[in-house]
């Protein structure tokens, strides 16, 4: 019966989190922390991590913090090699959440907001998973999730470029776990809804969030607490035989568009 108890544990596991200065990669940092994790916090706004982590530690959780920005190769490999030097093992679990969206027509949006969206959600991603793999290969065992969205899973109006690479993610999350699986790496993907961060603050300003909100069954925005179900299994050990799958948290959104 213990050992039940403890499935969704993550004592002695260590996570990295890209995309952790705010929003589903902050909230999931804290996550993590409680459930046992000792947990690297990735971003550009170091400021913003240094915050988290003082609070984080002043609750009594384990946590540091290393630069990140996943537009650039050379800022990826340094921040897995500060992780793994201030937390002296390798890291077991991946948490890339790093993404930036805009919110504009198809027609209207420029070749450098496309540039910036398919460079931080999908290359940065890719690129941040990659990394994450060759270590874990060598550990023998690790989990991956990528951070994708409902809007890579049906169309949704002045999201095209940010659909797009979200839509990338979740195929790349599919092939990514059949080449890893037989090392014991582990790739599933998270597909949120529209959760109440800074970044669903541009439907706001866009005047589109109560219609948006008009279009989810259970009526409600989701807050980043909804996405702790799903973090947390496939953190853990209690997801050891799932790989390659597609959880979305949406509120049933994804139903009211099929």
Known sequence: ????????????????????????????????????????????????????V????????????VALDVTQPSS??????????????PVDILFNCAGITYVERFLSQDADQVSRIFDTNLKGAFLMAQQ?????????EGSIINVASTSGLRAAGRLSSYGAAKAGLLHLTS??????????????????????????????SAGLAEHIRQRIPQRRFGQPRDLDGATLLLASDASRYITGAVIPVDGGQLLSWM
Request: proline share 1%.
């Open 132 to 140: 994450g793999a060759r270590r874990m290969a060598q550990l023998g």
């Open 175 to 204: 092939i990514m776990a059949l080449e890893l699986a037989s090392k014991q790496i582990r790739v599933n993907a998270i597909a949120p809804g529209n959760i109440e961060t800074d970044m669903h603050e541009h439907f706001e």
């Open 76 to 89: 990826i490999d340094s921040a897995w090699k500060t992780a793994e030097r201030l937390m002296g093992k």
């Open 1 to 52: 019966m213990s050992e039940q108890s403890d499935i969704f544990s993550l004592k002695g596991k260590t996570a990295l989190v890209a995309g952790a200065s705010s929003g589903i990669g902050h909230h999931a940092a804290w996550t993590l922390a409680k459930a046992g994790a000792r947990v690297v916090l990735a971003a550009r706004r170091e400021d913003k991590l240094a915050d988290a």
């Open 54 to 65: 003082r609070l984080m530690r002043a609750e009594g959780l384990d946590a540091c913090a």
